[in-house]
């Protein structure tokens, strides 16, 4: 069974930028699609992006050209790189294997001056 543990999350001003990481043990993750989730607080939980197993990657429409997603096999790790960031991302992020996880416990992200 796959264990994952979200890191980098944290306070940053609307244009900054973070890398948010997912360390996973348990299983090697090289076979699996993976994905970043986000739910923002009174809302429903949605997929931001995600990256197959052969480094194919998609993006919701709202965050493409500002996030990227990327994975480190050797690692066992899948980041994701949040760049020119706005309020509307604040949320707790989720990594998952995709499509039916299992979930990391996820991480806060706050968007705020």
């Known amino acids: 069974q796959v264990q994952l543990v979200e890191s980098g999350g944290g306070l940053v001003q609307p244009g900054g930028s973070l890398r948010l990481s997912c360390a996973a043990s348990g299983s090697i993750i090289s076979i699996y699609g993976m994905a970043w989730d986000r739910q923002a607080p009174g809302k429903q939980r949605e997929l931001v992006a995600l990256?197959?197993?052969?480094?194919?990657?998609n993006y919701a429409d709202s965050v493409k050209g500002r996030f990227t997603i990327s994975r480190d096999n050797a690692k066992n790790t899948v980041y994701l790189q949040m760049n020119s960031l706005k309020p509307e991302d604040t949320a707790v992020y989720y990594c998952?294997?995709?499509?039916?996880?299992?979930w990391g416990q996820g991480i806060q992200v706050t968007v705020s001056s």
């Open positions: 998952r294997v995709f499509p039916a996880g299992p």
């Open positions: 990256i197959s197993s052969g480094g194919s990657t």
